[in-house]
Nanobody, 124 residues
Framework: VQLVESGGGLAQVGGSLRLSCAAS????????IGWFRQAPGKEREGVSC????????YYSDSVKGRFTISRDNAKNTVYLQGNSLNPEDTAVYYC??????????????????WGQGTQVTVSS
């Protein structure tokens, strides 16, 4: 089982980044996928998640209206598009997989598999 995040890096305030999460080793279509982030000295935060079918999504208040999650089950990949980035978005971003057939959760303890994370730094 593997989840590999990519697309992180340095962004300007007001800029954009697109994170990808490539999955392998499990039946991707059976899993909801969540994005989480953790900034230095802060607790992990559930940012967004998408159901196994891709029909429903969830966003935290901190990113609602700025981030968009999507998935391509043919490619076993989930994307997180972040726009209008600000310094508070600086964190390590992780994707995770939760085997469930409906809904998705912002509770990281519900997730079975995790990626290694990708660093996002937003600087002015």
């Amino acid at each position: 089982v593997q989840l590999v995040e990519s697309g992180g890096g340095l962004a300007q305030v007001g800029g954009s980044l697109r994170l990808s999460c490539a999955a392998s080793g499990f039946t991707f279509d059976d899993y909801a996928i969540g994005w989480f982030r953790q900034a230095p000295g802060k607790e992990r935060e559930g940012v967004s998640c998408i159901t196994s079918s891709g029909r429903r999504t969830y966003y935290s208040d901190s990113v609602k209206g700025r981030f968009t999650i999507s998935r391509d089950n043919a490619k076993n990949t989930v994307y997180l598009q972040g726009n209008s980035l600000n310094p508070e978005d600086t964190a390590v971003y992780y994707c995770a997989a939760d085997r469930r057939y409906s809904g998705c959760s912002d509770d990281g303890s519900r997730y079975d598999y995790w990626g290694q994370g990708t660093q996002v730094t937003v600087s002015s």
